[in-house]
């Protein structure tokens, strides 16, 4: 209930938001451990940082208040031991994403079959696409959600599946250098 109320009251986008949630955060705990090992602290404070806006989006407060301990032990003394916080959040990843996946049905769910081949408009429509990442605008992953129901299976489709997950994570300029990575000639189809 909390989670449908932040998003103003639609089942259908908090739905869509739990969907998100289960495809971009299953790597969360990954990610800040890895930037940590990286030497990337302030790579590890913004993984966390979002883990814990998503989780307070979909209205999962133990993950928001496990997101936030970790962000702010990442932010105030990046070679602390996080172990210990690090297991808890990763459990609790883990439950409410097991949750979620339950809920919604997604369990042992097949992907549905994509058209074959790419769409007439395609180089036209990643124009547009890299216009509205360029203006950090939140319509571009309805954009390419709507281009990824026109797109075969192959290359280009994984592509944009990746292209998808950094839009969902709100990294903008990881996806435009992606984007442009993909509307190079040898990306094609």
């Known amino acids: ?21 289960v495809d971009n ?57 996080i172990l210990p916080l690090l297991s808890a959040t990763a459990a609790e990843l883990q439950r409410v994403t097991q949750a979620v996946t339950q809920a919604l049905g997604l369990e042992g769910q097949e992907k549905p079959t994509a058209p074959q081949g790419l769409p007439a408009d395609y180089g036209q429509r990643l124009q547009g696409l890299a216009g509205q990442i360029e203006d950090y605008d939140s319509q571009a992953g309805d954009t390419l959600e709507a281009l990824l129901a026109e797109v075969g299976d192959g290359p280009a489709r994984d ?14 300029d990881a996806a435009l250098e992606a984007l442009r990575a993909i509307m190079e000639p040898e990306h094609g189809q």
């Open 25 to 81: 955060q299953a790597d969360a705990i990954h990610n800040i451990s890895a930037a940590r090992d990286g030497d990337d602290a302030p790579g590890a404070v913004r993984a966390a940082h979002t883990l814990k806006g998503v989780a307070r989006s979909i209205g999962a407060t133990e993950l928001q208040r496990l997101g936030a301990e970790l962000e702010q032990t990442l932010s105030q003394s990046p070679q602390a031991d």
């Open 159 to 172: 592509h944009l599946k990746a292209l998808e997950k950094l839009l969902g994570q709100y990294d903008f």
């Open 1 to 21: 209930a909390t989670g449908i109320n932040r998003i103003g009251g639609s089942l259908q986008a908090y739905r869509k938001l739990l969907r998100k949630f």
